[in-house]
């Protein structure tokens, strides 16, 4: 039998098969011994090649062949696989995706957020009008349509609606029964393998190429047993039977077994356990008794440092972890904790029992390889595998993190592990399951644990000797590569789901490792300010420490925060602040915090006051809890406020560019904690924090703290000048801003003090539309986004779209004719600017300081639109809602005495002009005086003897701690420490001396600040009023004494400020100072009492500094009635505010030198302005493509009739003058080769993209390939060098000319080119190519076209009109013709025209000049010179709209370079003569004698008849080929004979197109005609001619077979012919009357459509003068040159005689009525998804693969690989090739999976932007959003006008080369 193994056929195998699968459901013996058999025929085929898999490909197959035969028992394959699926009761579609596959999310159906749907099944549900997205899967997934634990019933599609299992019927047994008896062994052989392939990598050198190997030669393996999944629900419970059954597992697996071969894989498995750092439970029966010991001291995590001995049984496995990155960290040692809190048995224990576990083992052996991942993932929608599955990856969770942090493919791996968790444990019935089964939370943290242990170092913070604590090293690899994220994902995954979280919240223990975990991250990535150096290296850590915090601290807090939203949770919130208090206890301890930070540095990183200010946020708000009831005791408020206060100190510091030497990266890092992603887990709740402390704690010492850390306490002096130790001058000011600024923003902002989701949402957003229009995207990005990042969901993410519509206005894309592409924006509401703008939320929000610039301008352009304010306004005070009764205290902070004194002091030190102080100040000064007002606690009794009072209490500033009393109150003298220079040292003191500060024997040098709040408080007075000596010198250690005065610091001395000022007093003073004007200000009330009553008074709501003061003093007056009083008092004693001292003369030199500066600055400002604005109006004249009145200055066409020269001005030198033969000046021109022209179809209605396989573009109904057919045709029966003569080409690849109107002189330009040559700075195009900007208006441009002297003699040449008659004119052409064209002398303009020349002819592939038959004959540079005229004239036909009915000069007319193309064109044609013979003018203007014409046609192939030739390329031959200038008079006459030929051509084709029975009508009724006077102008007449002579040869003979009539059955009546024909003639008109505009400078008349033909006819002189309108007939305008008659006999002879040859041919060559459309685009469907369905997934048509970045042609349709490198051709992408292929350089792709279109030109291209937008008019550029998408029609109408225009290169700016590669 086992021989039979070996090679046996297909169908030995079958009967094999057959037979033992009979056996099997016999009696039992014969069931034992079949089964006997098949396991040794298994072991057999099944066996591993030994030898390391030699010839292993034909054994692996045959095994397979093996395997499915006896699977099948015998059956065909097919069939069996068909009888399997028929059982299949899976209601779950479970379709498993890898990287990169497109999926589907919908919000509205999903219950877990990371709910996903494969497009089928998304596209077979109901989903219209649903909030989903499409999106790029990044590390895989599943689809979960069906399963009712993650998304809604009512999304699943119409395959998987619940089907009850009922209708399943059952499975008969002897189906599967094979399938049970193959399948262990099969497993059991691909574990085999795996044991044996697996080698331990040594000392770190990966052995990755064997384990690939192994991979390799499993891969069959794996894909047979995915197949078998694909099965269906029955085959699935097969396998997971299989995998989960022990008995097999123990069966085969472990080495006890007999055969060697198994004992020695066996072992394998055990070497590859103990390599992991892994044991077999056996081994541990030694550890056991360590370990219990190890486990009670489980509370010290930090027992000691670097050289702890770790705890047995980790010993071996932690050292060789940290061999890996050990010393790449370099700097900083690594301390290892002796942490004895993990259970060892987490760790380092695996025990295998299954197939499955034993799977999944070496599956994270070999770094989850992809097929493996899927096979596993494919098995899921088992629910019994599906839980056993879960199970075992919990028990492997561990050894996942160990070989995740060892792995070198980080990446990859964590990708494909969340690839299987997202599955498992987004399902909570699941997670639960398994938390209280597996000890899941238990697992997932002591692995984080773990694996943040290996990178820790002592922190160096405060007390950086003695510091006993630890942080992670941000440099270190599993930061810097985030290679913790699959575990914290998962973690923040199940937390996500209530039971879980319930969990870990009750669970005291497991809250302990945490808050250790979290601490692990407070303090790191420690900023140390550099004060010296530059520092050498900017380390970018902080990305990695930002990331760190974010993810694993802040996003599992939001995730348990959103689980205590109800009084039922007030437990878990205290545990966990409990917790937090006693983990921030420690910390400060281990740091050895006292009482100050140690200064100049700063940590970002707090995450622990964060926890606990979010929960203490949460308990008050949502859980009623008391708030005292969770505060800790006064000292540790003290200490808790420290840092947070610090990081607020420093970010003003860094933004008052203290802190530059630290490199850019120190902004980032401000930045950042500010930036919408991180604000609400950073900042949000360290102000918070500040927010409770001050709350509590003593407002003096509070207030004190802030000044003192922002470091302007020396400031606060009302001295003039003062020495600040800490703080250089240039920084004092934004210090001073900031530290106000930071009070304002703690006093107002409300965010966790009372406000409710929703009107957090709304000052959010207004905050966000304040600063800037913003697009959807970008304002839902820019609102902080509550809890779960990954959720998507915005708090009341419903309400988001209604607050939008509440508080802004849609401003849909408009499109500037610059081509800037604007978004759809949201704008705020009117009313939003009036009551809702908060510059205090703004200034929070903001990343860059600009913004809140922006912010102000946007308001001050509101105020002054809406006529309301026309000054500067400043900052709106808005008013707050109301604090939650738990914060009242944070109130007092405005009502201490402190902060008084502050106030006071600043507003005196503004009003008398002392240094330093900003209108800023200003502005936050009276800010917290009006908030002051507007909190203050009581209505305070009006004291009537207060007046007296202030004698009485003149030791201390002010009476007491009321803002509203101690406004009133007057302080006279102040004694303050100034330097001996300061001015007020001259004066003598006055005799009353009253020193207000505290008494001189108080000395502040003790020790215990902190318990001394009154001491702090009584210090920082000192300081500010500097009246001790000894006490100012001990405060502060010196640290930097700079000072202003050169030399030696000058001595401080005591002078006493006679003051006599209160607040109120300074604040009337004040308003007289801004307004300008003495007493300006008038207390309202006094007119008005009502102004008392009406507490808003909208006057007052917006308005500049005046307005801010008249609104306090009425808020002040409103509060008291004394203050009222006072007020009137103090304005009744009118006196100007004379500043007590005197400025000394250097003074006022520097504040003139200001004033000075500051008008000097105005003015430069003015002046820049103004010539902003004229260099806009240039551009826009210069620019601007489309409209067609712009003027330009170096007009060409305007030169006036009597100039006798044209006058050139060169934008170089800038001298004028006119073009000579030796100094010729040139046009600056653009030469592009074009294939716009032939993408003209003869169809009206445009062709759509084809978005399914039966919609196909074909491209033969072009006009390119008619007229290449043609010439095909033509040379294939005439004689070439007569065919080159009787079409044109350059329908694709033509030479488009166009200029931008500006002239320069030759030599100029090419020394302008030598510059550009040498300047490497410049490199959007390239020199080398001849492409330069011009000069003037920067329109790209590559090459100059010269002039040609005395541009306008023939101008007045063609006036005078001539008399001569016909015949003459006539003869005069023809002896023109016949002069051969010299070659002119060679002067440097005939150099400059050959050079131009040669530009044309390469600006185009060779393909499209070269059609003759012998290469490189004369006949192609004719031909191709001819037609580059024809292609620039039909393409201002096609701008022009198709037709001339709008005369005029349009733009392209008016900057044609048409007349000078013309010359040069010219003068290149007269070198080729024709030979007179075959000239096509005498053909066309004289009878040839019969017998000669045969001569010729015996001769080799016959020339073109005449009715064949293509009368505007007669045209344009007769024309350049006679010497130029050209008199008008012949111009007429040439037109004149080509309209006879052309007028037949029309009659031939008509009469072709007409029926046999219309013909003989025809032909009679004009016969009857002919002796009529003017016969020969009459078309019946004509007609009835053309028919007779043609109408006994073969030419109308096959005419009923193929019936080419256009609409033969309706007979043609004498209005529809003459119709036809003048359509017939239009073209050429039209063409005709251009040139002579451009010739002659003939005005364009404008006219109706349908006298388009008169009209044109007369401008050309073609109407006889005896013309009138009444009967019409386009045949009188015929002016025949010879018997018409007979040359028109003549002419139909040469088709007749062809005919006798070709009869076929005759009609086919004939000239039909051209109708083209014009050029479009293809129209694109309606929805982007239309195009992306269809394309994305489709195969290239050259390589059948499916490219990575798919691509569109919008021109013809073509699918082609952008930077496929599957289609390179010699060094060119696709994309590259095909735009010269289709547009001849220029093409238009659209990018499939990007949405944007690119433009190829030549070697450049640019990303144009995108044609569809979402339903806020956005792009989604590279489908990130994967929002629907919906065609913008006007932006689709703009790129087809660029294209058709041929103004990509002047439009868009944004240009790259590319060299081939697209």
Not at 315 to 323: F, H, I, L, R, T
Not at 446 to 469: G, P
Not at 498 to 523: I, P
Not at 1373 to 1379: F, G, K, R, T
Request: glycine share 6%; hydrophobic share 35%; charged share 20%.
């Amino acid at each position: 039998m086992a021989g039979a193994a070996g090679g046996s056929s297909a169908q030995e195998k079958r009967d094999t098969a057959s037979r033992l699968k009979a056996a099997l459901s016999l009696s039992a013996d014969e069931s034992e011994a079949a089964a006997g058999e098949l396991r040794s025929l298994l072991e057999t085929v099944l066996s591993p090649p030994s030898g390391g898999g030699a010839g292993g490909g034909e054994s692996v197959s045959e095994a397979l062949a093996w395997c499915r035969c006896l699977l099948a028992g015998g059956e065909p394959w097919d069939s069996f696989v068909q009888a399997v699926r028929a059982y299949d009761p899976a209601t779950l579609c479970g379709l498993v995706w890898t990287a990169n596959f497109v999926a589907y999310r919908c919000r509205t159906c999903g219950i877990s957020p990371c709910m996903s749907l494969c497009a089928e099944c998304f596209h077979q549900g109901e989903h219209a009008g649903h909030d989903y997205n499409m999106f790029r899967s990044q590390a895989g997934g599943a689809c979960d349509c069906g399963d009712g634990n993650v998304m809604r019933e009512a999304g699943f599609c119409k395959r998987h609606r619940i089907k009850s299992s009922s209708e399943v019927p059952s499975v008969p047994k002897d189906l599967l029964i094979m399938s049970e008896l193959v399948l262990p062994q099969f497993i059991f052989c691909l574990i085999q393998y795996l044991r044996e392939g697996y080698d331990e990598p040594v000392l770190d050198v990966p052995s990755e190429k064997d384990l690939h190997k192994v991979l390799q030669i499993l891969e069959s393996h794996i894909s047979f047993l995915e197949d078998l999944t694909k099965m269906g629900g029955a085959m699935r419970s097969v396998l997971t039977q299989v995998l989960t059954n022990q008995q097999f597992y123990k069966d085969l697996s472990s080495g006890g077994a007999e055969n060697a071969c198994a004992k020695k894989s066996h072992e394998m498995y055990l070497v590859a356990l103990k390599g992991s750092g892994l044991t077999f439970p056996e081994d541990k029966a030694a550890c056991g008794a360590q370990e219990q010991a190890a486990g009670g001291a489980s509370s010290s995590v930090v027992q000691g440092f670097a050289g702890a001995t770790p705890a047995s049984g980790q010993g071996d496995s932690s050292d060789e972890e940290d061999q890996d990155g050990g010393q790449g960290v370099g700097k900083r040692k690594r301390v290892k904790l002796s942490s004895t809190t993990k259970d060892q048995s987490i760790m380092d224990v695996l025990k295998h029992k299954c197939f499955l576990e034993e799977l999944l083992f070496w599956t994270i052996k070999y770094e989850f390889p992809q097929k493996m991942v899927t096979f596993l993932l494919n098995m899921l929608p088992d629910q019994d595998y599906k839980i056993a599955f879960t199970k075992t990856f919990v028990q492997h969770y561990a050894f996942i993190m160990k070989t995740l942090k060892k792995s070198h493919e980080s990446d990859t791996m964590s990708n494909r592990i969340v690839h299987i968790s997202v599955q498992l444990f987004s399902n909570e019935e699941l997670a639960r399951q398994v938390t209280e089964e597996c000890q899941l939370l238990d697992i997932m943290v002591t692995v984080l644990l773990y694996m943040m242990e290996s990178c820790l170092i002592k922190s160096e913070l405060q007390d950086e000797e003695n510091s006993l604590h630890v942080v992670v090293n941000c440099g270190e690899a599993l930061l810097k590569n985030n290679t913790y994220w699959p575990l914290v994902s998962d973690f923040i995954n199940i937390l996500s789901h209530q039971s879980v979280a319930k969990k870990f919240l009750e669970d005291h223990r497991l809250l302990v490792t945490w808050m250790n975990f979290v601490s692990f991250f407070q303090g790191m990535n420690l900023n140390k300010r550099e004060l010296n150096e530059h520092v050498e290296f900017e380390s970018q850590t902080y990305y990695a420490a930002f990331a760190a915090e974010l993810e694993a601290c802040a996003q599992p807090m939001w995730g348990l925060l959103s689980h205590c939203k109800v009084r039922e949770t007030q437990e878990y919130t205290r545990n966990v602040v409990r917790y937090c208090l006693e983990a921030l206890q420690d910390w400060f301890d281990a740091i050895n915090f006292v009482d100050e930070p140690t200064p100049n540095q700063v940590t970002f990183h707090l995450p622990l006051h964060r926890y606990y200010a979010m929960f203490l946020s949460k308990a008050v708000k949502c859980q009623e809890l008391d708030l005292d009831s969770l505060l800790p005791d006064q000292e540790m408020l003290m200490k808790l406020m420290v840092h947070p206060l610090q990081i607020q100190a420093s970010l003003s510091e860094i933004h008052s560019n203290m802190w530059v030497r630290n490199g850019l990266q120190i902004k980032g890092q401000a930045m950042t904690y500010v930036q919408s992603h991180f604000c609400n887990s950073m900042i949000d709740p360290d102000i918070y924090l500040l927010q409770v402390c001050a709350s509590r704690l003593d407002p003096d010492y509070f207030i004190s703290s802030v000044f003192e850390r922002f470091k302007v306490v020396d400031l606060l002096t009302m001295a003039s000048q003062h020495q600040n130790t800490v703080l250089d001058s240039e920084h004092e000011r934004s210090m001073l801003e900031g530290a106000l600024t930071f009070l304002v923003i703690l006093l107002s902002l409300r965010l966790h003090l009372g406000m409710t989701d929703d009107e957090i949402l709304r000052a959010e957003m207004v905050a966000q539309l304040c600063m800037n229009d913003r697009t959807h995207s970008s304002l839902l990005d820019l609102i902080p986004e509550n809890p779960n990042p990954k959720s998507g969901i915005i708090p009341g993410s419903l309400s988001f779209e209604s607050m939008l519509s509440a508080v802004a206005d849609f401003k849909a894309p408009v499109f500037e004719p610059g081509g800037s592409m604007q978004q759809g924006m949201y704008t705020p509401k009117a009313e939003v600017w009036d009551k809702e703008f908060d510059p205090v939320m703004v200034i929070l929000r903001t990343v860059y300081r600009r913004d809140v610039q922006s912010a102000m301008d946007r308001y001050t352009a509101f105020l002054k639109q809406s006529g309301k304010v026309h000054g500067n306004p400043w900052p709106p005070y808005k008013k707050r809602t109301h604090l939650h009764p738990s914060y009242k205290g944070l109130m007092r902070l405005l009502h201490c005495k402190t902060l008084h004194i502050v106030l006071f002091t600043l507003l005196y030190k503004i009003l008398m002009d002392h240094q330093n102080l900003s209108e800023h100040v200003l502005c936050m000064v009276l800010y917290l005086i009006e908030l002051g007002l507007e909190n203050s606690s009581e209505q305070e009794p009006d004291e009537e003897d207060s007046m007296g009072g202030q004698e009485r209490c003149h030791d201390s500033w002010f009476p007491g701690n009321n803002l509203v009393s101690n406004m009133r109150h007057f302080i006279n003298y102040v004694r303050v420490r100034v330097p001996e220079t300061a001015p007020e040292v001259k004066r003598e003191p006055p005799p009353s001396t009253s020193a207000d500060g505290s008494a001189a024997s108080q000395n502040s040098g003790t020790a215990q600040v902190f318990s001394l709040v009154a001491e702090r408080r009584k210090k920082f007075q000192e300081i500010i009023n500097r009246n001790t000596t000894e006490a100012n010198q001990a405060v502060r250690p010196k640290t930097s004494m700079k000072w202003s005065a050169p030399g030696a610091t000058p001595q401080l001395t005591t002078a006493i400020l006679e003051i006599k000022e209160s607040i109120l007093s300074l604040l009337v003073k004040l308003h007289h100072k801004l307004s300008g004007k003495q007493n300006s200000y008038y207390p309202p009330w006094l007119d008005d009492m009502e102004t008392l009553i009406q507490c808003e008074n909208p006057k007052y709501l917006h308005g500049d500094g005046m307005t801010a003061v008249e609104r306090i003093l009425l808020k002040a007056a409103l509060q008291s009635r004394l203050n009222k009083r006072i007020i009137e008092e103090i304005c009744r004693k009118v006196t100007p505010p004379v500043p007590p001292k005197k400025i000394s003369p250097a003074e006022k030199k520097i504040l003139d030198k200001e004033e000075r500066r500051q008008k000097a600055r105005e003015r430069q400002q003015k002046l820049l302005a103004e010539f902003a604005s004229r260099q806009k109006s240039f551009m826009e004249t210069a620019m601007d493509v489309e409209s067609p009145d712009a003027e330009i200055a170096m007009e060409i066409a305007t030169a006036e009739q009597h100039v006798p020269e044209a006058v050139y001005d060169c934008v170089i030198c800038g001298q004028s003058g006119p073009s000579t033969e030796e100094r010729p000046a040139g046009l600056v021109v653009l030469l592009q080769a074009s294939s716009v022209l032939g993408q003209c179809r003869n169809t009206t209605e445009p062709k759509k993209l084809p978005t399914s396989e039966k919609e196909q573009i074909y491209p033969w109904d072009t006009c390119a390939a008619v007229y290449e057919a043609r010439l095909a045709t033509l040379q294939h029966f005439f004689k070439d060098s007569s065919c080159l003569q009787s079409v044109s080409i350059g329908w694709e690849g033509g030479v488009y000319v166009q200029t931008c109107g500006h002239t320069l002189h030759i030599d100029c330009h090419k020394s302008y080119m030598e510059s550009l040559r040498n300047d490497q700075v410049l490199q959007g195009f390239s020199v080398d190519k001849g492409e330069f900007t011009c000069p003037l208006c920067r329109q790209f441009a590559n090459s100059v076209l010269p002039c040609y002297p005395g541009n306008n003699v023939e101008r007045s040449l063609w006036q005078c009109h001539s008399n001569k008659n016909m015949q003459d004119l006539i003869k005069e052409v023809e002896d023109l013709q016949e002069q051969l064209g010299t070659f002119p002398s060679e002067t440097n303009l005939s150099k400059e025209m050959e050079s131009v020349m040669k530009d044309i002819k390469s600006t185009t592939q060779k393909k499209y000049t070269d059609y003759s038959k012998s290469p490189g004959s004369p006949d192609n540079d004719f031909l191709f010179m001819y037609s580059v005229a024809r292609t620039n004239l039909e393409l201002e036909l096609v701008h022009r709209g198709g037709n001339l009915c709008l005369g005029g000069a349009s733009t392209a007319g008016k900057r044609s370079c048409l007349h000078q193309l013309f010359h040069v064109l010219a003068m290149h044609m007269r070198l080729y003569s024709i030979d007179s013979a075959y000239n096509p003018w005498k053909k066309l203007t004289q009878l040839v004698q019969n017998d000669e014409s045969l001569q010729v046609c015996s001769e080799e192939q016959p020339e073109v008849p005449v009715l064949y030739r293509d009368a505007s390329s007669l045209l344009l031959i007769q024309i350049l080929t006679m010497p130029q200038p050209l008199r008008k008079e012949h111009f007429t006459c040439i037109i004149k004979v080509l309209f006879t030929l052309l007028y037949i051509q029309a009659l031939v084709a008509l009469s072709v197109k007409c029926s046999a029975e219309d013909r003989m009508t025809w032909m009679n009724s004009g016969a009857l005609k002919k002796s009529m006077s003017n016969a020969k102008k009459s078309w019946e007449v004509l007609l009835s001619h053309v028919i007779s002579e043609l109408h006994n040869r073969k030419i109308y003979e096959q005419e009923e077979t193929e019936d080419l009539a256009m609409d033969s059955t309706s007979a043609w009546c004498p209005h529809s012919m003459e119709t036809y024909l003048q359509q017939f003639c239009l073209p050429f008109l039209r063409i005709t009357s251009l040139l002579q505009h451009h010739l002659f400078g003939a005005e364009l008349p404008s006219c109706q459509e349908d006298e388009e033909f008169t009209v044109l006819a007369n401008c050309l002189g073609l109407l006889p003068p005896s013309f009138q309108s009444s009967e019409f007939s386009s045949a009188s305008c015929l002016d025949w040159p010879v018997p018409a008659f007979d040359i028109i006999s003549q002419w139909c002879s040469e088709l007749v005689s062809f005919a006798g040859k070709h009869p076929t041919q005759v009609k086919i060559l004939l000239i039909q009525e051209a109708k083209w459309d014009l050029p479009r685009l293809l129209q694109l469907p309606e929805n982007y998804n239309t195009i992306f369905q269809y394309y994305h997934r489709k195969t290239c048509s050259v390589c059948s693969k499916v490219p990575k970045d798919p691509a569109v042609c919008l021109v013809c349709g073509t699918f082609v690989c952008l930077k496929g490198l599957c289609c390179k051709q010699q060094s060119y992408c696709e994309c590259v090739l095909h735009s010269q292929n289709c547009g001849a350089g220029t093409g238009i792709f659209l990018l499939i999976n990007a949405s944007v279109i690119i433009i190829i030109r030549g070697h450049r291209f640019c990303l144009w932007g995108s044609v569809y937008l979402d339903a806020h008019g956005e792009e989604d550029r590279d489908l990130r959003r994967g929002k629907p998408l919906y065609i913008c029609k006007e932006r689709y109408r703009v790129l087809e006008q660029q294209w058709v225009s041929h103004t990509f290169d002047h439009i868009n700016k944004r240009w790259g080369p590319h060299y081939n590669g697209l």
